[in-house]
C-alpha cells in the first residue's frame, strides 16, 4: 500500500489557483467599462447563441470569461438570486454588492472544496448607478476574492496586458462610441505586441444605459446598431487617434 | 415559479392553508377591465374603483399592469390577491427571458396565466376570485390579441373586444355597438372609455372619470413598439371629451338601427 503524499495547503492552493488561471487564459479576453451614460461590455465571441453578458437585474449585468458551462451555472444561480430578493422585497433591494458577494462566497467555497476542481471562471457584475459616481463595478476572480474596479477592467487570456492598456487611456464621461473604439483597439491587441482586426460580427457587445426610460437599463447591441456604432467612432477616429497618440507619447 | 415551488413554498400564493370561514370574506374587489383590438395593436383598460361590500374602498387604485414588454394584463375581482398575482406573472415572464434569452410567445404567456388562476380555485371558492383580462402584441402574427379567463383557469381567445369584472356586462354591450374594424389608436381609447362610461353608469361598483379629483381610467396601449401607458394628460383628455359629449347625449354615440 502506497502512503500519500503530504501536500502542504500551500502547494496545493498554488495548484489549484494555477490551474484556473490557466483554464480562464484560454478564453478570449472581455472587456467592461464606464461610459458618460453607463457601462458598456464589449468581448469578441463568434457566438450568437452562447453569451458571455447577460441581465441580472434591472439596473445589475453580468460578464464572465472563461469555461461556459461553469459561468451559466453561476449565472443563473445570480438571475435565481436577484429576482427572488426583488419578488420577496423590492427591486430596489437588489444590488451588486450583494449579488457579489453571494458570487465570492459560491466561487471561494468550490475553491477551497477538495471534493472539486475550481471553477474556471473570472466574473464581473456591474450596477449603473443614477450618475457615473453610482456605477460599480467588481471583478471576482476564481478564488472568491471581490475586486472592486472602477473605469474599466478586463477578464479572460491576456486581461493583464488589456487591463493596462485602458488603464492608460480610458478616461471619464467618453461617449459610447468611443468607450467602443476603445474597447476593440484594447481586444484586437495579440499578446506578442500585434494587432488584428475583429470583424463587427464577432463582436459581442451590451450596455447598461441609466438614460434607458425602461426600469431594466440592460441592452444588446447588435447588428446595425453596432455598425452604426462602429462606423462613428471611424469617422471620429481621425482626430482622436492622433490625440490618444499624443498622450501616450 | 417551480423554482419557487421547490425552495420556497410558502411564498406562493397557492401554497397557503385557508382557514375554514363562514360566509363571504371582506376584502376589496376590483371591478371593471375592458380590451379592443385595432389594426397593429391592442389597447386594456380599466376604471378606478375597488370596492368593498356596498363600501367604496379605493377610488384610485391601478387595475392594470404592463406583464411584459409585449403584453399587460388586467385583473377583476379580489384585489390583494390579484396584485400578488401580476406581481408573480411580470417575475416568471422576465426570469424566463433572463435565463433563455428569449421571450415566452403569447400564447405560452396566456397558458402561463391560466395555471395561475387555477392554482387560486381554493381561494375562488371561498368568494376571493381573481379573473383577469389579458392583452398583447403578438410578434410572430403582427397584431394584438385578447385572453380571458374563468375563475378555474379556462383560458379562452377573444377576438375584437373582451371585458371581465362586475361592470362587463354593460361594457360588452358598449363595445359591441360602437366597434369596427378599422379603429385607430385613438378611436380605440376613445371606445374603451366609452366603454367604462356605460359600465360606470348601470353598476354601482365601476368607477366613471373622477373630474373633481382627477381620476381618469388607466388606458394602456400594446403595439409593435411595445407597451405604452397613457399619461394622465392624456387620459384626462379623451375622458373629458367623453364626458363633455355625455352632457348632451347622456346614453353616448347611437348606432345605426338598421
Partial sequence: MSTPFYVSPQQAMADRAEYARKGIA??????????ADGIVFVGENPSRALHKFSEIYDRIGFAAAGKYNEYENLRIGGVRYADLRGYTYDRDDVTARGLANVYAQTLGTIFSSAAEKPYEVELVVAEVG?????????????????????????????AEQIS????????????LAEALKLAVQALSRDTNGGEREIPAERLEVAVLDRTRPQKRKFKRIVGRQLARLLEADGAAAASDGSEESDGAE | MDFLAGHQPEMLPGNRQLPPTQGVIEAPHGTTIVAVTFPGG?????????????VIAQRDIEKVFPADEYSAVGIAGTAGLAVEMVKLFQLELEHFEKVEGAQLSLEGKANRLSTMIRSNLGMAMQGLAVVPLFAGYDV???????FSYDVTGGRSEEHNFAATGSGSVFARGAMKKLFRDDLTEEQATTLVVQALYDAADDDSATGGPDVARRIYPIITVITE????????????????SVLQRRLEEPDGPKAALL
Fill in chain 1, 164 to 175: 493596462n492598456f485602458l488603464d492608460q487611456r480610458h478616461r471619464d464621461g467618453m461617449s
Fill in chain 2, 140 to 146: 410572430d402574427r403582427d397584431k394584438g390579441r385578447i
Fill in chain 1, 130 to 158: 443614477e450618475t457615473p459616481e453610482g456605477d460599480q463595478i467588481y471583478r471576482l476572480p476564481h478564488d472568491g476574492s471581490i475586486v472592486d474596479e472602477h473605469g474599466s477592467v478586463a477578464v479572460g487570456g491576456n
Fill in chain 2, 42 to 54: 391592442v389597447v386594456l383598460a380599466g376604471d378606478r374603483r375597488a370596492t368593498m361590500g356596498n
Fill in chain 2, 225 to 240: 413598439d411595445g407597451f405604452r401607458r397613457l399619461t394622465g394628460e392624456e387620459a384626462s383628455e379623451i375622458s373629458r
Fill in chain 1, 26 to 35: 484560454r478564453g478570449r479576453s472581455l472587456v467592461v467599462m464606464q461610459y
